[in-house]
């Protein structure tokens, strides 16, 4: 009898999901603390808790046309479609979101001074329905014609109070992404795995994309 009820004990315990040994309210709390990753370490699965917190709207950025891009032999790329021009290759500088700013402010390349960080629909485009080799010859889930060799996170200007959640296919799957952090977290793109996701801006350091508009 005992070992039928040591039995059922060990099943029972398989079978709760574990984002159930963490509670609501603990959840809630350490988000006023931790980015997502953090807390998805802490409580494996408690993605479908994080909703319930706070109330988030569902309303998302218009995404931009789907970009022409062409190669202008300097450094830098022009999207045709959203006149937009990127640089060709992302820094590798690490910088939190307000030194990032400031440094595009003072950027100048490719015979302009009117660089700035892009948005997040903005760096979206640059995203590849597949990995493909890109013009570093490497392979990445970017554009080929862009420079793009490492594993790097990239700012966007987007924080959490302007878009709070994020519907995307991620390597064929949906996923559906909250942040409840307002205008202290921004969304940034990794190009390694074709992914969108947000991080604090307080101490968080990460690489950009600059962009300009262009008539």
């Not at 590798?92 to 307000?98: I, N, P, S, Y």
């Not at 790097?152 to 959640?165: E, I, L, R």
Request: charged share 25%; proline share 5%.
């Amino acid at each position: 009898m005992r070992i039928v009820l040591l039995t059922l004990v060990i099943l029972f315990s398989q079978a709760v999901p574990s984002f159930a040994k963490c509670k609501l309210k603990d959840i809630c709390t350490m988000m006023q603390k931790l980015d997502h990753f953090s807390i998805l370490n802490a409580c494996p699965n408690s993605a479908p808790l994080l909703k319930e917190c706070k109330h988030v709207s569902e309303e998302g950025l218009p995404k931009l046309p789907t970009p022409e891009f062409v190669d202008n032999g300097d450094e830098t790329i022009t999207d045709k479609v959203n006149n937009l021009r990127w640089h060709k290759k992302g820094t590798d500088q690490r910088l939190t979101l307000k030194d990032a700013k400031g440094f595009a402010n003072n950027e100048n390349f490719a015979g302009s001074s009117e660089w700035r960080l892009p948005t997040l629909p903005e760096l979206q485009t640059l995203l590849s329905p597949e990995k493909v080799v890109n013009a570093s010859g490497k392979k990445s889930w970017i554009n080929p014609i862009f420079d793009h060799s490492k594993a790097h996170y990239f700012w966007t200007t987007t924080t959490c109070d302007q878009v709070s959640v994020i519907e995307e296919i991620y390597q064929g799957k949906h996923q559906k992404k909250t942040c409840q952090k307002g205008d202290s977290a921004a969304w940034l793109v990794l190009f390694k795995v074709g992914s969108t996701l947000w991080f604090l801006t307080k101490d968080a350091k990460h690489r950009i994309w600059l962009v300009q508009n262009i008539q």
